[in-house]
């Protein structure tokens, strides 16, 4: 069973940055596609980033690219997403997401979902 952990969320400024990792266990994470995803209050879950197995290949929203950064490093079994120029419509829960697909429009969620981490920015 695939179990995530995300951390390093918190409440910053508008401007300031934070890191978030995503700690997996119970599967494959060596050859699994990671994804970030995040949803705001009153809003539906949105795609942020996804890196393949390799870092090969890297995919951003439109809304982060430029600001966010997503990372993995196979031998902590982590992904990362470095965040900078927070802005306050970043304001979510972050959500790790392992193996998401790609339909050819939108990036699809994997099975399995981490609890999620809060981040907060203030105006």
């Known amino acids: 069973q695939v179990q995530l952990l995300e951390s390093g969320g918190g409440l910053v400024q508008t401007g300031e940055s934070l890191r978030l990792s995503c700690a997996a266990s119970?599967?494959?994470?060596?050859?699994?596609?990671m994804a970030w995803f995040r949803q705001a209050p009153g809003k539906e879950r949105e795609f942020v980033a996804a890196?393949?197995?390799?870092?090969?290949?890297?995919h951003y929203a439109d809304s982060v690219r430029g600001r966010f950064t997503i990372s993995r490093d196979n031998a902590k079994n982590t992904v990362y997403l470095q965040m900078n120029s927070l802005k306050p419509e970043d304001t979510a829960v972050y959500y790790c997401n392992e193996e998401p697909t790609y339909n050819g429009s939108e990036f699809v969620p994997g099975d399995y979902w981490g609890q999620g981490t809060q981040v907060t920015v203030s105006s």
């Open positions: 119970g599967g494959d994470f060596s050859t699994a596609a």
């Open positions: 890196i393949t197995w390799s870092g090969g290949s890297i």
